[in-house]
C-alpha cells in the first residue's frame, strides 16, 4: 500500500506551493514553531493533493453467521450486534455495516465492524520514533515529534508530518527539512519493507533511525478473538474474520506447486570468534546511543573494537547463552546478529512491542513477551508470548491470555511477570520447559511444543519452580497450606515421567529458594523459618545430593542461627559454596565444602571470614577464586579470594560498581558502574586475582556483557593433564606476553620521544617570534631592557644558554637560505 | 566586555560572544584579548578595535562552558578547563590547540606550574625540576549540578580533586584530595613549591609539595 510517488509529482506539487525543488537547500530550512513563512494551509490543494492514501482494512471485522432477518427486525439485531462488539472497543462511526439482499430485503447474514484506531498510543501504525531523531549539535526536542505520512517519495525521500505543528517535511538521504506546512495527512503501514530498517545517514545535518513496525489493531484483533465462535443461539455460532484475511487467503492458489529445492549455501561460521589466536574473549557494552563490541586485550592493556553501531537495539542487547547470537530488541520484535567477520543479521522475529526475551540454554528456541494495555482500563493487561525456532525463525508456538494466568509466584499485576515465563530444563537439549500457572506446572516438550501427556502437572498451590542446570529434573516449592495443617514441602519431580524422586516436609516456613550446583550435583534450599513467637524468622540450609543413591537431604544451621543470610553462591562445578551472612554493614563470609576429607557424605565448614564489607558473591566459572563484593550501600568494595588456599589475594574498589561479570574463561573481571548513577560510568577489567588491567570511562553507560562460550570439547581427563604439565604448555604464551610487553614499552618510549620533540619544535618557533618581538616589548617596558624579573638575576645565566640555543636555531634557518 | 582606561571609564567594549564571558587575559605584547566563557568558544581580539581575530574550532574545541583559563609565565601558552570534562592548550599567539587534557569531571579551574617551562631544566637552588606540570582541578558532575546539590552526595563521590597532569605527555600524574565541596580556585604560589585551592566548602587549603615532586619522572 505504500505508493511511491516519482520526482516529478514532488516537483509538481513544489511548484504549486512556489518552491523550486531543486534550489531547496535542504540545510538551511528550518522554520521556527508557528512560522509558515506565508505558505498557508490550503484545503483545496489538500483534496487534489495527490498525498491522498489509502488507510487499510485492518481494523475490519467481518462477523458471519449471523441470523437473516427481515426489514422489521433489522434494528434489533444491528442493536445485539452493536452491542455485543462496543463492549469490545469503540466502533467508528458508521463503522457497522449489514448488507440487505435489494430483492428480499433480507439481511446476507454477515456484516462488518470498523473499529477506531484508538489514537492514544503515540507509535500506532508507521511511525518513527522520536528518540531515534538525532543531530549531532541538537537536543531532538527542538526537532520535535514526527510521524510518518506513509508516502514514501521515492529515491529515499519520506515525507513526515509533525505531530505538534502543522508541518510536512521531507526526510531524504539523511537530510531532514521542514518543507511546508498543513494537511493532516494519515500515515500508511507496511513502510518498513519499502524503506531501509535502519535509514541513518552519518555525516549530515541530521540523522534518524526508521523504525516502523506493521500496523497493529488491538482492537480488531481482540474482538475476532472473543467473539469468534460466540453462540448467539443454538443456530447461530458467530464466524468471525479479519477483513484483511479474506484477502490474503483469497490469494492462495488452489493448485499445489512444488517447493523449489534451493541448492545449498554455506553460511558463515557463527563460532568464528572462537578461534582468536590470541585466545581473548569479546564483550559488548551499551553506552548512549551506541552498541560496540570489543575484544579484551589485556596484554595490551585496552580493548580492541571488533564492532560498532549507533541505535543498534531500543532497549538492550543480550548474548545467547552459548555466544553464537548477539540479539537485540526492536519495536517489531527481535532480531539476532553475528557472523565471520562482522555482525550480520542473521534473523528477525517479529513480534509488536516485544519487551522482553530469552534464549533456550542450547540457544535453539527463543521466546518473547509482551504486554498491551486492555482497551478497558477495568481489565487486565494482556500477554503475548511467542516461541521462536532461532535458525529458521519459525514462530513454534504461542500463548496468549491475561496478565494474572502468567503472573504466579512472581509480582503479577501492572508490575509485570517474573520472568522467564518459561523456565528451560533437560541441559542443553533444549528438550522441556515448563511454565508455573495456578495450581498447576505446566511441562511442554519441544518436539511436539505441546504438554508433555496433554496435561498440565496438578501441584496444588505451587509457589516456584527450578529446573536442575543438567538433568530433566524440577524442583518445586509448596508454601503451607490450611494454616500450617499441611506443611511446605520441596520435592523433586522427574521429567518426562513426572516421578516424584525426593520430597521433604518443612515445617513453620515463611519463604523458601532453590539454588542448584551448576552441574545439577547438589540442591541448596534456604529455608526461612519463623520463629516459636512468630515474630521473627531464622534461616537454615536443605542440602540435597542429587547424584547420590536416594538423594540423602543434609541439615546445615549456621552457628547463630539468627544470622541473616545476605547472599548464597555455589561454587561452579565445584563442591563447595559461599555464604554472606550476618548484619550490615560488616557481616561475615563462610565457606563450606560437600566433601570433607575421607567422609565424603557431610557438609563441613572451611572457614569464616569476619566482618567483610560485601553483599555479594562472584565465584569465578573456573571456582576456585571468589570476589567478595561490596555493591551499591557498599560503595565497590572488592575482596579477590583464593579458596583453594583460604588466603585473600587482593582487595580493591571500584568506587560505586553496581556490577560484575567474569569473562567466561574466568581469566578476567569485569566491574562496572551503570548508569545508575550518573557519575563514573564506565568499566574496570581486572586480572582473576584482583591486578586492574585497564579503565574504560563511557557516559551513560547501561551494559557491560561477555559474550559466552560454548563448552569446552576437552574431556576432563585431558583438562587435568593440561593443568598438570601447565609449565610445559605455558612457556609458549609466557614468550607471547614477553614480546608483547617489550613492543609496548617502545611503543610508548617512542610517543613519548615524539610528543617531547613536538613541543620543544614549538617551543623554538615561539622562542624566535619572542626575540623578534624584544625591541616592542622593551618599548612596552618603558625601555627596560630584560625580559626577567629582578628577583631571578640568577636566572640570568641560563639566558645566556638560552640564547645558545636560539643560536643553533638561526643557524638552522641559514642553512635553509 | 569593557576594557577601561587609567580614568575608569570604558575605552572599549567588546560584544558578541553569547552568555557570561567568564575569563579574559592580554595576550602577547597586550595587542590582542582572549576570551573565553559559557559558550564554550575561546576567542582572540585586537584589544585596540576590539576587532575578533581568531576563534576556536568547533570540533577541536571545548563542547561546553569553558570556566577557567590560565596563562603561562611567559604567556606562550594558556590553558583552558571546561565542563566538558577536559583542559585544553593553546598557543597564544595562533590559538593553535597543542595539548588536551582529558578527566573524568568537569573541570573548574586550571593552573600551570610557573617552574616549569619550555621543557628546559631550571635548576632552582638545590632542587632539580625535570618535569613540566599542568595542574587541573576538576569537580563533581554531569552537567550543571549546583552547590547546594552537592551537599547531599558522598564526598569520594564528588571527587573533588586537584588532579596533576603532565603538560607534554598528556598523563595524569596524580592527585590531591582534601575538599569536601567543589574546588573553583586554584593558584600556584609563584616560587612553584607550594599551590593553594578554593573550594565550595568554604576552605582555602595551601599544599607544599613533598621533595619527590621535584624529582617525578615519568
Known sequence: MAEVISMEDIRATASTLGIDVSNIDFDSIRLPPGEDFGITSDDDLHEEDPLEYDSGFGNIIVVDNLPVVPREKFEKLEGVVRKIYSQIGVIKEDGLWMPVDSDTQKTLGYCFIEYNTPQNLPCQGGCILYTSFCAPDCDFQNIGYWQSTGKCLGNGFLLLRSNSESKIAFFAQGQFSVVYGPPDTPYDEKLWNTIPLDNYCKNTTFYASFYFRNLYYPEAELAREKTNGYKLDRAHIFAVNMFDDFDRFMKVPDEWAPPETKPYTPGENLQHWLTDEKARDQFVIRAGSDTEVLWNDARHLKPEPVYKRAYWTESFVQWSPLGTYLATVHRQGAAVWGGATAFNRLMRYAHPQVKLIDFSPGEKYLVTYSSHEPSNPRDTHRVVLNVFDVRTGKVMRDFKGSMDEFSVGGAGGVSGVSWPVFRWGGGKEDKYFARIGKNVISVYETETFSLIDKKSLKVENVMDLSWSPADPILALFVPELGGGNQPARVSLVQIPSKEELRQKNLFSVSDCKMYWQSNGDYLAVKVDRYTKTKKSTYTGFELFRIKERDIPIEVLELENKNDKIIAFAWEPKGHRFAVIHGDSPRPDVSFFTMRSGSNTGRVSKLTTLKGKQANALFWSPAGRYIILAGLKGFNGQLEFYNVDELETMATAEHFMATDIEWDPTGRYVATSVTSVHEMENGFNIWSFNGKLLYRILKDHFFQFLWRPRPPSFLSPEKEEEIAKNLKKYSKKYEAEDQDVSMLLSEQDREKRKMLKDEWERWVNDWKRWHEEEKAERQRLRDGEASDEEEEYEAKEVEVEELLDVSEEVLSFDLDQE | ?218
Do not use: C
Request: charge should be neutral; proline fraction near 4%; charged fraction near 25%.
Open chain 2, 1 to 218: 566586555m569593557m576594557l577601561f582606561s587609567e580614568t575608569a571609564e570604558s575605552a572599549l567594549v567588546i560584544k558578541g560572544p553569547q552568555g557570561r564571558i567568564n575569563r579574559a587575559i592580554w595576550g602577547p605584547l597586550n595587542r590582542t584579548i582572549i576570551s573565553a566563557g559559557e559558550d564554550a568558544i575561546v576567542r582572540i581580539w585586537d584589544s585596540e578595535t576590539g576587532k575578533l581575530l581568531k576563534e576556536s574550532d568547533k570540533e577541536t574545541g571545548h563542547k561546553k562552558t569553558v570556566t577557567s583559563l590560565s596563562k603561562a609565565v611567559d604567556g606562550s601558552h594558556f590553558v583552558t578547563g571546561s565542563l566538558d570534562k577536559s583542559a585544553k592548550l593553546w598557543d597564544s599567539r595562533t590559538l593553535t590547540l597543542i595539548k588536551t587534557y582529558l578527566t573524568e569531571r568537569p573541570v573548574n579551574a586550571v593552573t600551570m606550574s610557573p617552574l616549569l617551562d619550555h621543557g628546559q631544566q631550571p635548576s632552582l637552588g638545590a632542587l632539580k625540576v625535570q618535569s613540566n606540570h599542568i595542574h587541573i582541578i576538576e569537580v563533581v558532575l554531569g552537567g550543571g549540578q549546583d552547590a547546594s546539590h552537592v551537599t547531599t552526595t558522598d564526598h569520594r563521590a564528588g571527587k573533588f580533586e586537584a588532579k596533576f597532569y603532565d603538560k607534554i605527555l598528556q598523563e595524569e600524574i596524580g592527585g590531591v584530595k582534601g575538599h569536601f565541596g567543589p574546588i573553583n580556585a586554584l593558584a600556584f604560589n609563584p616560587d612553584g613549591k607550594s599551590f593553594s585551592s578554593g573550594g565550595e566548602d568554604g576552605y582555602v587549603r595551601l599544599h607544599h609539595f613533598d621533595p619527590d615532586y621535584f624529582n617525578v619522572k615519568i
